[in-house]
């Protein structure tokens, strides 16, 4: 299973960054993937999931209304369109799946098994 997370980069404060996990190995519409981010000396927490039906769920309340998880078919790839970026959502940001059809754990690290290796977005100016 291989996911391919990148997107990231430096932007301002109210800027936006648009990540995406490219999936090489099998087809995103049939799983559900996460995303995730770390900021230091965190915890890794989890953000947002879509599931094979293309159902979202948003685990964070400060994420709610300003990130938009969804499926690009034609690139077999999950997206996260981040708006209205913040300081503190500077973190390196992970994608991850289960190989399931549905969004387990709330959002919690343990319950997913695979990992893109992480694009990091810095907020600052």
């Known amino acids: 299973v291989q996911l391919q997370a990148s997107g990231g980069g430096l932007v301002q404060p109210g800027g936006s960054l648009r990540l995406s996990c490219a999936a090489a190995?099998?087809?995103?519409?049939?799983?559900?993937i996460a995303w995730f981010r770390q900021a230091p000396g965190k915890e890794r927490e989890g953000l947002a999931c879509?599931?094979?039906?293309?159902?979202?769920?948003y685990y964070v309340e400060s994420v709610k209304g300003r990130f938009t998880i969804d499926k690009d078919k034609r690139q077999n790839a999950v997206s996260l369109q981040m708006n209205r970026l913040k300081p503190e959502d500077t973190a390196v940001y992970y994608c991850?799946?289960?190989?399931?059809?549905?969004?387990?754990?709330?959002?919690?690290?343990?319950?997913?098994?695979?990992w893109g290796q992480g694009t990091l977005v810095t907020v600052s100016s």
């Open positions: 991850a799946t289960s190989l399931r059809e549905y969004c387990r754990g709330n959002g919690h690290h343990l319950a997913y098994d695979f």
């Open positions: 190995t099998f087809d995103v519409d049939s799983y559900a």
């Open positions: 879509i599931d094979n039906s293309n159902f979202p769920t």
